[in-house]
């Protein structure tokens, strides 16, 4: 009962830790997507912070789940009261938090829409002013601004044009006050900073994958669709069943004797059911997969079906773990 | 027996093997060399798996460390449990022996062996890159059979790759069709000569003696030359005697060249001739009468030493056009460009395309090609731009630029404070006539300008700008540090250097801090005593490793954004800032693994 309701306490300290780490990180991220090279520092506004949270709040929850079966993994627990807590912290996730997410954070883009004309994010922002003094790879040329002015009236400096990357003689262009280069860069972050700031291509692709899921579950959430109706549970169980393959992630309790493999296993299995998910329902490499299936099957059933099967055959690889390690119980002994 | 820590690191360094063969053989299926030309496909392969394996470097070793330690801190366990003590300081001995041990070689691979791995790469793209703009030129111009024009650049293309198939055949091609095209000599080194021109550092005392000396063997351009120099700066008591050596001398001078039409007599008025072009400053004629000479007068003491006065002086302003003859595949950088304030307070934008170092004997000599400079006056309205093919950069003293140049120097008359001076002109070394100079947009801007452009700069500082173009990343990490404080005063973006000298500089103690961590899971998920090593559980390595790389990757990136808040608002002092924050993460996190193994 004690250690239940530690993992528990686990759970939403972590969840807790990690929406104050992601939205944080969040602010810094926009704030230096707005910086331009050498202008003073400012602070932005909270509200950035509060979309933040909103950002990433219902991610946090699904990755908080895993230090739980970290906690199972270390301490010994008895499995059926750790299964409960599971089961628990699943359904929480899934069918509180993550709903909760969708809603709210649909009402706060209605909000912000009447407040501030769209979330901060939204708007990139046209405060950014190119200082001079700094040469800036811009329009496919190098820039370098000898002034300018907050509203652009007086502006001066060059363009060097640049072909296969080298500027080319006798093509630069003296650049004056409404000049079209102003056209093009009004609202766009400092080149210098963004350059330095840009997501390495991996976790752009992790990035797309998560916003893809996320836009899946949203979609019962959408204004016209009425609560708890047929076609809400229709459109939310494609996202509702990956927590039926959550469940399954619970065999790697007691997997092995190595526990480590048992933590290492967590994340990569994590990655993969996300992935799946990603692929046959948002990627629509779904219809090929699930040809076995009766062409008249609802489409929701598709991703139960789907689902299920990886609950099972991960709850069939919990179940030989633990009778394989029945074999070697010295291994058990400190 | 062999100790737990040796079977750590016998494992680590295993998987620093495997991956270093995993990279080579990534490499080498995607046939990643298929990008450059052939002669480079195995250093490029070669470097682009190491450059793969650095990138991958932090989360190897710490899923490394990770594993290594979660299998064999059991085996630290065998004294029993009455030296728990002395276990406990054991073990926490060889985790940060070994922690320290991971943290210098990654700060070996960071800063020493990538910079040079990945300039390379770089050089051997751009040399296929360049190789592939020369052979187009070539074709075009082999087609229009334009077999002259061709030449030098297959020549080129050649020095860059020299087996290919298609160059050579159009080398063949070009001597079978055309055999008067001869290859571009190799440029000659400029000849430095002692004979004259030291005469400008001595003393008033021993010209007057050298030029006494002349006049008594009857050398009366010699006496003449050192009685004027002695003059310029003359010394009270004997000047008299040296002006009236210098128009004895001079007396003596026109007297041989106007003495008649016999051979000597039209010599001595050549060099007459000569010698009054280096008084009235025109050393380009000057050069190229005593160059005439030269050829049907080479024994002639006079005529070879005033050649050489006559092309010291003329290279002082001008260089010649062969020097730059196929230097262009020795360019190791590319693309250089920053804005110098001119003493009158505006601004200078100076481009190169390309630059590259010489060694020419008498010191490092910079030819850039290219060159363009972007003239603003002090109320930053544009003035003039000027572009010239190729220029050379030479270091001069300081102080013969006047004052406004000594402002950077704390002794500006010392010989290491020089600026660079970079000569926009260059002549042909044979053929009077033949410039190359710049060419000035607006035209009207070219009158009056001289051949010669002052940097307003240290000469260091312009070696640094001409790393720093590359980017803070590729610029070596003393150069960077030096290169910082410099960066808003040249066109470069002070936070984004800074941002980037502190990330390499706090780069160790986020390994540190990420080891540790790893370590730290390693003792909470080790196994158990008397627990048997599975082969299988080695496959779990690759998994690991890219966990350790998402996550790694996730906070080396993160870091970017945050030292830029930093930066903004504590400036300069954000790096002890960052520097403090990581050295407390550490410690918690040592203090978490110390607490660890008192359970």
Redesign the interface.
């Known amino acids: 009962m004690k250690s239940s309701l530690r993992a528990v306490l686990t759970f939403l300290s972590l969840f807790l830790i990690l929406v104050l780490v992601a939205a944080t990180m969040y602010y810094l991220y926009f704030d230096c997507r707005w910086l331009a090279a050498g202008s003073p520092p400012e602070l932005r506004p909270p509200q950035l912070f509060v979309e933040g949270v909103f950002a990433v709040w219902d991610f946090c929850a699904v990755i908080a789940l895993l230090p739980v079966l970290f906690y199972f993994i270390q301490f010994k627990t008895s499995p059926l009261g750790g299964l409960c807590v599971w089961f628990f912290l699943c359904a929480l996730v899934f069918l509180v938090i993550q709903p909760l997410s969708f809603a709210v954070s649909g009402k706060y883009h209605a909000f912000a829409a009447e407040k501030y004309r769209g979330p901060l994010y939204v708007e990139d922002y046209d405060g950014t002013v190119f200082t001079p003094g700094v040469f800036r790879e811009l329009n496919g040329g190098i820039v370098y601004f000898t002034a300018v002015d907050r509203d652009q009236s007086a502006v001066s400096g060059l363009l060097l044009p640049q072909k296969s990357g080298r500027a080319m003689a006798g093509q630069a262009v003296i650049i004056a006050a409404n000049h079209e280069l102003f056209k093009n860069i009004s609202g766009v972050p400092d080149p210098l900073i963004v350059g330095e700031i840009t997501l390495p291509p991996y976790m752009k692709q992790i990035m797309s994958e998560i916003n893809a899921l996320r836009q899946l579950g949203s979609r019962a959430f959408l204004p016209d669709v009425r609560l708890f109706s047929g076609e809400f549970f229709n459109a939310y169980s494609g996202f509702l069943s990956i927590g039926l393959a959550f469940l399954g992630l619970y065999a790697f309790a007691h997997f092995s004797t190595w526990r480590l493999l048992n933590v290492l296993f967590l994340p990569v299995c994590c990655a993969f059911i996300l992935h799946v998910n990603y692929l046959l329902q948002c990627a629509g490499a779904g219809a090929r997969f699930f040809s076995f299936l009766p062409p008249d099957f609802p489409p929701w059933g598709r991703a139960v079906t789907l689902n299920a099967l990886i609950l099972l055959a991960l709850a069939a690889a919990g179940i030989t773990g633990k009778l394989c390690k029945k074999d070697h119980p010295e291994e058990e002994s400190v | 027996m062999k100790g737990p820590v040796f079977k750590t690191w016998r494992f680590i360094c295993g998987y620093y093997v495997f991956s270093l063969l995993t990279a080579f053989a990534y490499v080498f299926i995607s046939r990643r060399g298929a990008l450059v030309l052939p002669v480079f496909t195995l250093a490029y392969n070669v470097n682009s798996a190491l450059l793969l394996f650095f990138a991958a470097l932090p989360a190897v070793q710490a899923s490394a460390l ?2 290594g330690f ?2 064999y801190f059991k085996d630290f366990f065998t004294d029993g449990e009455s030296l728990r003590n002395a276990l406990r300081s054991r073990i926490l001995r060889a985790v940060f022996s070994s922690l320290i041990a991971c943290m210098a070689i990654s700060i070996l691979a960071m800063e020493a062996a990538l910079p040079l791995v990945k300039s390379s790469v770089q050089n051997m793209a751009a040399a296929s ?1 360049d190789y592939d703009d020369l052979m187009n030129v070539s074709r075009a111009l082999m087609t229009g059979r334009q077999y002259a024009q061709a030449e030098p650049y297959v020549s080129q293309a050649l020095s860059v790759y020299p087996s290919s198939p298609e160059a050579l055949q159009m080398k063949r091609q070009i001597e079978d069709a055309y055999p008067a095209v001869l290859p571009p000599a190799p440029a000659p080194v400029p000849e430095k000569t002692t004979a004259v021109s030291p005469a400008e550092s001595l003393t008033f005392a021993e010209l007057l003696a050298k030029a006494r000396a002349a006049y008594e063997s009857s050398s009366w351009i010699d006496a003449h030359y050192y009685a004027t120099l002695a003059l310029n700066n003359p010394d009270t008591h004997s000047a008299q005697e040296a002006r009236i050596i210098a128009a004895d001398a001079w007396n003596n001078i026109a007297a041989a060249s106007a003495a008649g039409q016999s051979p000597e007599a039209k010599l001595f008025a050549r060099k007459k001739q000569g010698y009054e072009y280096i008084l009235q400053k025109e050393y380009l004629a000057a050069y190229y009468l005593f160059n005439d000479l030269n050829a049907s007068y080479a024994s002639d003491p006079d005529v070879s030493r005033y050649l050489d006065l006559a092309r010291n002086l003329l290279l002082a302003e001008h260089f010649f056009i062969d020097e730059v003859y196929g230097i262009s595949p020795f360019e190791k950088l ?2 250089i ?3 110098v304030r001119r003493p009158d307070g505006g ?1 200078d ?1 100076v ?1 190169a ?1 390309a630059l590259s170092r010489k060694d020419d004997g008498s010191g490092l000599v910079l030819y850039v090609r ?1 060159l ?1 400079i ?1 003239r ?1 006056n002090e109320n ?3 003035v003039f ?1 000027l ?1 010239v ?1 190729y220029a050379k950069v030479l270091s001069e003293r300081a102080a013969n630029f006047g004052s406004a140049f000594n402002a950077y120097f704390k002794t500006p008359d010392s010989p290491a404070s020089t600026v660079p001076v970079i000569q926009l002109v260059s002549v042909d070394r044979k053929t009077a006539g033949i410039t190359r100079g710049p ?1 000035y ?1 607006p035209e009207e801007a070219a009158g009056g300008a001289s051949g010669l452009y002052v940097l307003n700069m240290p000469y260091a500082d312009f070696l640094l700008l001409t790393e720093a173009s590359a980017g803070a990343a590729a610029m070596s990490l003393p150069a960077l540090v030096r290169f910082v404080p410099l960066a ?1 005063k040249y ?6 250097f800074y ?2 000298l502190c990330s390499r500089l706090c780069q160790p103690l986020l390994v540190l801090i990420l080891t540790m961590i790893a370590v730290i ?2 003792w ?11 082969f299988r ?1 080695l496959f ?1 390595l690759p ?2 490793t ?2 350790c790389y ?1 996550i790694a ?2 906070f080396i ?2 870091f ?3 030292m ?2 930093l930066i ?2 504590l400036k300069q002092y954000a790096l002890f800032g960052s520097a403090i924050c990581l050295v407390l993460i550490f410690g918690v996190t040592a203090v978490i693994f110390a607490a660890q193994t008192h359970e």
């Open positions: 990770l594993i979660s299998w890159a590319r693309n460009y920053f804005s601004t934008i481009y395309g290219d363009q972007h603003f930053r309205e544009f731009s572009s093919d060419v947009s808003e066109g470069y973006s002070f936070e984004v941002q980037v899971f390693a909470r998920f080790r196994l158990k005593r008397g627990a048997v090593i599975k559980w779990s998994f690991c890219a966990i998402v990757g996730f990136y993160m970017g954004p945050l830029y808040t903004g608002f």
